[in-house]
């Protein structure tokens, strides 16, 4: 608001000489049939002027001391302040629960695994427990074991028998034991592919193969 404009507010009286028109305009809005209109008007004017400098004022630059308008550059600076650290081997901070797909996967190294998400994980498809099971560990290391019967008339052959699941690279060792089977004092096993192994049992006594029930287990990966 000009100042010359608040002067001339201010100084009204019965005197004042109401010009027809002033130069840029100033005057123009004071056209008013009497002194009184004008007080009036400029009653109205000044409470305008007074709700301006009260919106000027609260709507001045925050500090610590005053309350105020805060900037977007301010705004973005203070938030970039307050940004959670991520947590390292090295750095305390905030991280994230893993999910179970990722604990599953196992390559994600930002994130947190809570008891429940492992135990989660370890109840889903990573593992078997029954007679014929599995499990598969998070290393990729994979436990297989079962039981089976051999059939003495496969002979020399021996009996083809499958995994419970697939090694999808390969059967680094397998073991058995022999059950209950009166006569029969060697077994023997080994793996064949990814999803197959070999077995036999004969009996020392006749020399001959037999039928032989027996207990595996393998490794694998």
Do not use: H
């Amino acid at each position: 608001m000009k100042q010359e404009t608040l002067n001339l507010i201010a100084n009204i009286d019965e005197n004042t000489i109401i010009l027809p028109k002033s130069e840029g305009g100033v005057y123009e809005m004071y056209q008013m049939d009497s002194i009184a209109d004008l007080r009036k008007a400029s009653r109205n004017f000044m409470r305008t002027e007074k709700i301006l400098e009260s919106i000027d004022a609260k709507t001045s630059a925050a500090s610590e001391l005053v309350a105020g308008i805060v900037t977007e550059a301010r705004i973005k600076e203070i938030s970039k302040a307050l940004d959670p650290i991520q947590a390292t081997e090295l750095v305390a901070g905030i991280v994230n629960i893993a999910t179970t797909l990722q604990v599953s996967t196992g390559t994600d190294n930002t994130t947190a695994v809570t008891p429940y998400k492992l135990k989660e994980w370890a109840n889903g498809t990573a593992r078997k427990l029954m007679q014929n099971g599995y499990i598969k560990r998070p290393d990729g290391i994979i436990e297989q074991w079962g039981t089976g019967v051999t059939r003495g008339s496969d002979g020399i052959n021996g009996t083809l028998l499958n995994f419970p699941i697939a090694f999808p690279n390969s059967c680094l060792a397998i073991i058995a034991s022999i059950d209950t089977v009166s006569g029969v004092s060697i077994l023997s096993i080994v793996p064949v592919n990814q999803t197959q192994y070999k077995v036999w049992g004969k009996s020392m006594s006749t020399n001959g193969y037999s039928d032989t029930m027996f207990t595996f287990r393998a490794i694998g990966y």
